[in-house]
Every structure is written in structure tokens, then in C-alpha cells.
């Protein structure tokens, strides 16, 4: 049995949400919470490109409206999945929400072997651990998560060519 068992249902509904953000025309990402007892409390999928947002990535979006139906003490219990390593951006947005624990499938190193120098993904490689180092909350980070990398990467066969 893996270590990351038990997170492999929620990440692999995150590359579901990537797919469905791809198929909707902006780029493969999708995130989740969950509630401390397992239930997925919201998803979200990027709307960078058909919203014109250029902060429409998963992770802020889900902050935004966590933020607007949970308090940050219930935020503290709570695990964001995502597919893919927040950018400095959703790192940001994750922090000020007061999310506990993090969990991601590919680390934003490997995002960047992907889309090279892609206009539409100008990374800062900023990995979230060093965000969250810089405050004052002990976020927890698991990720890459070896099970669910390969899933990962697929959402992204031929988009940044």
C-alpha cells in the first residue's frame, strides 16, 4: 500500500478538471477541497483564457469562492488538490485562505519541461513550499505524488506545442 493511497481518488479527479478546463478552451488544470471528513467540498477547473482572467488559474478560483463559504478556521482543516504544483500566484491565494494542507500530482519543474518557453505559462519556479516557508502558517505540502504524475503530464500531450 503507497503512502499516497488515499489521495490518489481526489487527484485523480483534479486531471479529470484539467481535461474539462482544456476541453472549454484554457489550459489543463483543475483543483478540489476537501473537508476533513473526505467530502470534496468544490472544484475548479482554470478560466484563464475563456474568462480573459489572468488570475482564472484552479487554485485561485477555488480559493475565491472557498473563501466566501467557509471561514478560515474550517479552511485550516480542509486539503486542496490540485494536478499540478499552485504557481506563486495560488500559492498566495492558498495561504491568505487559511488552507492546512496541500497536495499536488506534478511538481511545477516538470510543468516547465512541458511548456518551455510557452507565452501562456511564464513560470516564476516558485515551488509552493518556498511560498509557504516564507510565512508564518505550517502549511503542509505532499506532492509530486508518483501515482498520479503520468496522468498528470497527459493532460498536457500536445497543448504546448
Known sequence: MSEFEVHIPYLKRCVELSLQAREAGNTPFG???????????????N?????????????????????????????????????????????????????G??????????????TGDNEQNPTLMLPCREVFARGNKPIQVIGPVPEVVGAAVAAHDGYWD
Open 31 to 45: 483543483s478540489l477541497l476537501v473537508g476533513p471528513d473526505g467530502e470534496i467540498l468544490l472544484e475548479h477547473g
Open 101 to 114: 494542507r496541500v497536495i499536488f500530482g506534478m511538481s511545477e519543474a516538470m510543468l516547465a519541461g512541458l
Open 47 to 99: 478560466v484563464e483564457i475563456t474568462e480573459s482572467n489572468c488570475t482564472g488559474h484552479a487554485e485561485t478560483m477555488l480559493m475565491e469562492a472557498a473563501s466566501k463559504r467557509y471561514s478560515k478556521e474550517e479552511l485550516w482543516a480542509c486539503t486542496l488538490y490540485t494536478s499540478t504544483e499552485p504557481c506563486a500566484m495560488c500559492a498566495g491565494a492558498i495561504y491568505w485562505g487559511n488552507v
